[in-house]
């Protein structure tokens, strides 16, 4: 009888729908929260309530589009274009802190506006960063080949300033790092230095050392500089157990600031109450675990580390704002992934989900020897 050996692949093609569904329906309700947290603002700004609904909702199209795009091509692309698009985001970067390219607001250069279109570059450096520290360890180099990269782009975006963003670049640089395999001490002891650096930075800058000492003393300055994080606390004590009702949040008529944005999540928990905030909480835990679990199953090193690099990005960014809002943590400025408004946030978040979803349709992909008679 003769035996001979043949590698069989057992091809799945499924993408993961349970991670799909929850990124649609987290999608969803940022649609039904920037309409009623917004609504105020916009109508005393634009005489028409809906208007950041509007615009929300194109980004929604738009970024669906993306998803839809990017769960379609197979995620070996990212790889071969991972250095240039990398370099493209550091010279966009560098024009942010031009003048020319990107005007202050609200003491910040963050974005870069050309003939009418506004665009947040550091959005798409927590995508293109993900895909280079992915393609890094698919060549397997040592370590300060992943720690250059994010001290540059980490860097850039703190001149902005933006200390949020930076909290979540390291939180992504550093989960990559330690599923590539790196030194564990080595990872410590930059973390540590990260970390007093870090410190360094708030310390010398006033309006970071401002939040600093707000958050460790909320009760003083209650109409300057404790005038937010009182809001914020004031929404979640009067959300409850069930909240107020939906629509009914008292906090967003232009006394919560920034109430369609980063203080979305406490217009939420007033109208929806704790059970709701926990449900909201839940659905993103769950998207985070499908993307964890995503990443597991990924067929080589690559695909894994470009996987936990988007769930340490969605997650770690979703749990940095609820905390900040929670006062766990100072005040940071970043948006609830899926739910704040802003079009360069939801695009590129939902572009990664497609990313996400690509390489869900390899998890289960595997080569095996089959004997065959």
Request: contains cysteine.
């Amino acid at each position: 009888m003769h035996r001979k050996t043949k590698k069989v692949k057992l091809a799945v093609g499924k993408m993961d729908r349970k991670l799909l569904f929850s990124a649609l329906t987290l999608t969803l309700i940022g649609l039904v929260a920037v309409a009623d947290a917004s609504a105020p603002s916009a109508l005393s700004t634009f005489s028409d309530k809906y208007y950041f609904l509007k615009q929300q909702a194109v980004w929604s199209v738009i970024g669906i589009g993306g998803l839809i795009v990017t769960s379609h091509l197979n995620y070996k692309l990212w790889s071969k274009v991972a250095t240039p698009l990398f370099g493209i985001t550091v010279i966009l970067l560098i024009m942010v802190l031009i003048p020319y390219f990107a005007p202050n607001l609200l003491g910040a250069r963050r974005w870069i506006v050309i003939g009418g279109f506004t665009f947040q570059p550091s959005e798409l450096a927590k995508i293109t960063l993900i895909m280079y520290l992915a393609k890094v360890a698919e060549s397997n180099k040592k370590a300060m080949s992943y720690f250059v990269p994010i001290g540059l782009v980490a860097g850039l975006i703190m001149l902005e300033p933006d200390l949020g963003t930076t909290i979540v670049l390291v939180i992504i640089g550093f989960s990559q790092i330690f599923i590539a395999g790196q030194d564990l001490i080595k990872i410590f002891i930059t973390g540590v230095v990260a970390f007093c650096m870090g410190l360094l930075l708030i310390v010398m800058s006033p309006y970071r050392k401002d939040r600093l000492v707000t958050f460790l003393e909320q009760t003083a300055d209650p109409l300057g500089k404790g005038y937010h994080i009182r809001q914020i606390l004031y929404a979640l004590g009067s959300g409850g157990m069930f909240g107020v009702g939906l629509g009914q949040s008292r906090q967003k008529y232009l006394f919560l600031p920034e109430a369609a944005n980063d203080s979305i999540f406490a217009v939420i928990a007033e109208e929806v109450g704790f059970v709701g905030a926990l449900i909201l909480i839940s659905i993103i835990v769950y998207f985070v675990i499908r993307g964890i679990k995503i990443a597991y199953e990924a067929p080589d090193i690559f695909s894994r580390v470009l996987a936990i690099g988007i769930v340490a990005w969605i997650g770690g960014q979703a749990f940095v704002n609820i905390a900040a809002m929670v006062s766990l943590v100072p005040l940071t400025g970043i948006p609830l992934p899926f739910i704040s408004y802003g079009g360069s946030s939801l695009t590129a978040v939902l572009t990664g989900t497609g990313i996400l979803l690509n390489i869900s349709k390899f998890a289960n992909v595997k080569t095996q020897k089959r004997r065959i008679k």
